[in-house]
């Protein structure tokens, strides 16, 4: 596990993001339509798994928006491409919709995976200190184990990126 040091003087509070190696938690969420998808569903297949804070934000929707761009990409690739935050599955089909969205979305509101995958951490906005996602993507190989960490990505960059090292990987 990766440490950050999220805390200041408050008690030196440390999160734990999954380290490239370890086994990826197994969750079953439910995606916008309502139907329960589990990360088991994917075996055989590489998945980008990427956490964000919320829907129709502007770094939100920029990043999903870069992912829809590049998803023929990750489909030739044979790559699953999956979203979790903890909106609602009403409001993943309101973003879906209005970004025409083709991947996966889940929506976690009891934080399974969000805090299983360690990025349920203290963040600071405006000098307010408060709990939420922080923006990591994680790259699953398809035996189901961690391939790599991207830990705050960059909402207009993470895609490409992704794309760059997996590309790299099949050379």
């Known amino acids: 596990m990766?440490?950050?040091?999220c805390g200041g003087?408050?008690?030196?509070?440390?999160n734990m993001l999954?380290?490239?190696?370890?086994?990826?938690?197994?969750?079953?969420?439910?995606d916008k339509d309502g139907k329960e998808v589990s990360l088991s569903d994917f075996a055989g297949r590489k998945v980008v798994l990427y956490f964000y804070p919320r829907d129709n934000t502007p770094g939100c929707t920029r990043q999903a928006c870069a992912f829809a761009g590049a998803y023929s990409r990750f489909q030739n690739m044979g790559v699953a491409?999956?979203?979790?935050?903890?909106?609602?599955?009403?409001?993943?089909?309101?973003f879906a919709d209005k970004y025409d969205l083709p991947f996966i979305l889940l929506s976690?509101?009891?934080?399974?995976?969000?805090?299983?995958?360690g990025v349920w951490q203290?963040?600071?906005?405006?000098?307010?200190?408060s709990m939420g996602v922080v923006r990591t993507t994680y790259i699953i190989d398809e035996k189901g184990f961690i391939e790599k960490v991207m830990p705050k990505v960059k909402p207009d960059t993470n895609a490409a990126e992704i794309l760059d090292y997996l590309e790299q990987q099949n050379q």
């Open 122 to 129: 203290e963040k600071k906005n405006y000098g307010k200190v």
């Open 2 to 5: 990766v440490e950050y040091d």
């Open 108 to 117: 976690d509101p009891e934080l399974q995976a969000i805090q299983a995958y």
């Open 81 to 94: 491409v999956i979203g979790i935050s903890k909106d609602s599955t009403a409001s993943h089909q309101k």
């Open 9 to 14: 003087d408050r008690g030196k509070e440390r």
């Open 18 to 30: 999954m380290e490239a190696g370890a086994k990826a938690p197994e969750f079953t969420l439910k």
